[in-house]
T-cell receptor, first 113, second 115 residues
């Protein structure tokens, strides 16, 4: 059973555009929602994360929007660049409980010049 | 900070041999380390969780006798794939965290190819 659902599976965006990736979860015990960026042949790298007590977190060009009532969160990449082309995974964690990460299925982002 | 090193990055070996993969936290002490497996174009699948000095906890469907995990110190965990077969070929990734409530930091993975 997929604990975290992610869409779209792939995304093509023009340079300078906005990339948006969406995730949804069911378990209300989740209290930590990170996004990871993975390049081919590399491990995932923590990009940005949010806790459910805030609705938005911004770090540079990356923003997480969080809707607790809808149990959804999304990653927005502003001014997308070719170097942002990678696979992005959302995840959810119950840090006060089992503390295991549950990953989404991933989104392959391609930013074309 | 929070660097996790994995070695080797790529290994090719014959069917039936055993392969050991090391995962080290370089600049922090990791009370918990995790081992994941990732098939091409798929997400990460948690294989097992190990706490320093304790036996690893394996996820359902993961053979503990085939995937031996040792977490002997706060900076080193090893995964040994015993009697490896072609179906064990995959990308194995470890992660580590300082303690409960802290984020996981990932290594760069090990590409395992069994001929």
């Amino acid at each position: 059973q997929q604990q975290v659902k992610q869409s779209p599976q792939s995304l093509i965006v023009q340079k300078g555009g906005i990339s948006i990736i969406n995730c949804a979860y069911e378990n209300t015990a989740f209290d930590y929602f990170p996004w990871y960026q993975q390049f081919p042949g590399k491990g995932p790298a923590l990009l940005i994360a949010i806790r459910p007590d805030v609705s938005e977190k911004k770090e540079g060009r990356f923003t997480i929007s969080f809707n607790k009532s809808a149990k959804q969160f999304s990653l927005h990449i502003m001014d997308s660049q070719p170097g942002d082309s990678a696979t992005y995974f959302c995840a959810a964690d119950n840090q006060t409980g089992a503390n295991n990460l549950f990953f989404g299925t991933g989104t392959r982002l391609t930013v074309i010049p | 900070g929070a660097v996790v090193s994995q070695h080797p990055s790529w290994v090719i070996c014959k069917s039936g041999t055993s392969v050991k993969i090391e995962c080290r936290s370089l600049d922090f002490q990791a009370t918990t380390m995790f081992w994941y497996r990732q098939f091409p174009k798929q997400s990460l699948m948690l294989m097992a969780t190990s706490n320093e000095g304790s036996k690893a906890t394996y996820e359902q469907g993961v053979e503990k006798d085939k995937f031996l995990i040792n977490h002997a110190s706060l900076t080193l965990s090893t995964l040994t794939v015993t009697s490896a077969h072609p179906e064990d070929s995959s990308f194995y990734i470890c992660s580590a965290r300082v303690g409960g409530g802290k984020p996981q930091h990932f290594g760069d993975g090990t590409r395992l190819s069994i001929l």
